[in-house]
C-alpha cells in the first residue's frame, strides 16, 4: 500500500522560506510522477508543481520562480523549496504520486504566511 508522508510546514513570515518534503512508501517511486497541490480556505485544490520520472518539472504561474520542486529517488522523498513565501500561499499542502493506474494523496501540511 503506498503512502505518502509530508513535512515542513509551519509559520512563516513574508518575504520567508520553507521546504516541504514528502516521504513516499509502498511503490515504485522512481518510476511515478509527483506533485504538490495547494488547498485556501473556501478554495479548489490546485496543482503547485510537478515532476516527471526524468525531472521534467512544470508550476503554477503563481509560483513560477520562487518555488522549485526536486526529487531523491535514493530516498524516495519529493521536495518543494518555497522562497519569497507571500501571504496568498498560505494554504493546505498535498503531496501526490501519481502511477499510470492510480494516483495517492498525503495527508497534507498546513503552510501559514503572515504579512
Known amino acids: 500500500q503506498v503512502q505518502l508522508v509530508e513535512s515542513g510546514g509551519g509559520l512563516v513570515q513574508a518575504g520567508g522560506s520553507l521546504r516541504l518534503s514528502c516521504a513516499a512508501s509502498?511503490?515504485?517511486?522512481?518510476?511515478?510522477?509527483m506533485g504538490w497541490y495547494r488547498q485556501a480556505p473556501g478554495k479548489q485544490r490546485e496543482l503547485v508543481a510537478a515532476i516527471t520520472s526524468g525531472g521534467s518539472t512544470n508550476y503554477a504561474d503563481s509560483v513560477k520562480g520562487r518555488f522549485t520542486i526536486s526529487r531523491d529517488n535514493a530516498k524516495n522523498t519529493v521536495y518543494l523549496q518555497m522562497n519569497s513565501l507571500k501571504p496568498e500561499d498560505t494554504a493546505v499542502y498535498y503531496c501526490?504520486?501519481?502511477?499510470?493506474?492510480?494516483?495517492?494523496w498525503g495527508q497534507g501540511t498546513q503552510v501559514t504566511v503572515s504579512s
Open positions: 501526490i504520486e501519481i502511477t499510470s493506474s492510480s494516483s495517492t
Open positions: 509502498g511503490s515504485i517511486f522512481s518510476i511515478n510522477a
